[in-house]
């Protein structure tokens, strides 16, 4: 992880689109509990008995509703294109440095069999792009989730410091549930970038001989051998498979724990007298979308790992 934070600040320069992707991911995490403290006193509005109020306030929540659709709209659209371009002028420069270091190395490098044309053309190929999606997808989306979780707490903390509290209390289980899943894909990924290194330089050595062979008519030979050397990562990137999906399932079980233990809560609040419905309601829109955004972050976490590899 060390290695891959040390090469985003080496690459700073070539990630100069991220900084106004930076401010739209901002706003565009910001936008969604603005949103739900709309959406929340259009329900309310929906309760009242004047029908006249009543149109007078779903009129404006309504027209609220189209300006985050536009502002939000043009966010994503800023921050995935900016964190992109930031990425590929990332691993385009990451592949031609890496290029260059090859060829100072001495010829006893390449005797080595790790060293092979197949295991290093593999790194060009994957490396690159795998520390692109850190950069191109991951970083956007955190930086998006950190706006969101900001939002999300001050509106909570306006209107119930005990919900906000209790959702701050709730939010390190979700933590660990990532850390899980974040943890199983690290450690498969060093195992199948090792595999695949070991598959791709048999390809190439076949490819290379690939006179000899037929002459020897020794294809179902390699062929056989290829396969072996595809096994272990087929059955490492299934275990990854699976061991990920338990821990994006488990974060997203704690979304639904968070929320129902935040309404039960609230409901007691409410029986004892301590906050009203509308407090209840604002809190609840707002934890709820804040652990949505956390979600979101499930999703590409297992994209760190394998950039992190990637790094080595």
Same mark, same amino acid.
């Given at each position: 992880?060390?290695?891959?934070?040390?090469?985003?600040?080496?690459?700073?320069?070539?990630?100069?689109?991220?900084?106004?992707?930076?401010?739209?991911?901002?706003i565009?995490?910001?936008?969604?509990?603005?949103?739900?403290?709309?959406f929340?006193?259009?329900?309310?509005?929906?309760?009242?008995?004047?029908?006249?109020? !009543?149109?007078?306030? &779903?009129?404006?929540y309504?027209?609220?509703? $189209?300006?985050?659709? *536009? #502002?939000?709209?043009?966010? %994503?659209?800023?921050?995935?294109?900016?964190?992109?371009?930031?990425?590929?002028?990332?691993?385009?420069?990451?592949?031609?440095?890496?290029?260059?270091?090859?060829?100072?190395?001495e010829?006893?490098?390449?005797?080595?069999?790790?060293?092979?044309?197949?295991?290093?053309?593999?790194?060009?190929?994957?490396?690159?792009?795998?520390?692109?999606?850190?950069?191109?997808?991951?970083?956007? !989306?955190?930086?998006? &989730?950190?706006?969101?979780?900001?939002?999300? $707490?001050?509106?909570? *903390? #306006?209107y119930?410091?005990? %919900?906000?509290?209790?959702?701050?209390?709730?939010?390190?289980?979700?933590?660990?549930?990532?850390?899980?899943?974040?943890?199983?894909?690290?450690?498969?990924?060093?195992?199948?970038h090792?595999a695949?290194?070991?598959?791709?330089?048999?390809?190439?050595?076949?490819?290379?001989?690939?006179?000899?062979?037929?002459?020897?008519?020794?294809?179902?030979?390699?062929?056989?051998?290829?396969?072996?050397?595809?096994?272990?990562?087929?059955?490492?990137?299934?275990?990854?498979?699976?061991?990920?999906a338990?821990?994006?399932?488990?974060?997203?079980?704690?979304n639904m724990?968070?929320?129902?233990?935040?309404?039960?809560?609230?409901?007691?609040?409410?029986?004892?007298?301590?906050?009203?419905?509308?407090?209840?309601?604002?809190s609840?829109?707002?934890?709820?979308?804040a652990?949505?955004?956390i979600?979101?972050?499930?999703?590409?976490?297992?994209?760190v790992?394998?950039?992190?590899?990637?790094?080595?």
């Amino acid at each position: 992880m060390y290695l891959m934070l040390r090469l985003l600040w080496q690459y700073k320069g070539s990630m100069k689109a991220a900084i106004p992707g930076t401010i739209l991911a901002l706003i565009d995490g910001a936008v969604m509990p603005c949103f739900a403290l709309v959406f929340a006193r259009a329900i309310l509005a929906l309760s009242l008995t004047d029908k006249d109020e !009543i149109k007078r306030k &779903t009129d404006l929540y309504a027209n609220l509703f $189209l300006i985050f659709s *536009f #502002v939000g709209g043009l966010a %994503i659209f800023g921050k995935i294109g900016l964190f992109h371009i930031a990425g590929e002028n990332t691993a385009r420069q990451l592949r031609e440095d890496l290029f260059v270091k090859f060829m100072t190395f001495e010829a006893g490098y390449f005797d080595d069999e790790k060293n092979g044309t197949g295991a290093l053309t593999a790194r060009l190929a994957t490396d690159a792009e795998d520390f692109n999606k850190v950069v191109a997808t991951v970083a956007g !989306i955190s930086v998006s &989730t950190v706006s969101t979780i900001i939002c999300a $707490l001050a509106i909570a *903390f #306006v209107y119930s410091w005990q %919900i906000a509290l209790l959702m701050m209390g709730c939010w390190p289980i979700q933590s660990y549930a990532q850390y899980w899943q974040a943890r199983a894909t690290w450690g498969a990924s060093m195992k199948l970038h090792e595999a695949y290194k070991e598959s791709g330089q048999a390809a190439a050595e076949t490819i290379r001989n690939i006179k000899t062979v037929v002459t020897l008519r020794r294809e179902e030979t390699f062929i056989r051998i290829f396969d072996e050397k595809n096994d272990v990562p087929h059955k490492g990137n299934v275990y990854s498979s699976l061991y990920s999906a338990a821990g994006f399932g488990f974060a997203m079980g704690c979304n639904m724990f968070i929320n129902s233990l935040v309404f039960y809560a609230g409901c007691q609040f409410i029986i004892h007298g301590w906050m009203d419905v509308t407090q209840l309601i604002n809190s609840l829109m707002a934890t709820m979308f804040a652990s949505m955004s956390i979600g979101m972050l499930a999703q590409v976490l297992p994209m760190v790992p394998k950039g992190a590899v990637a790094s080595r």
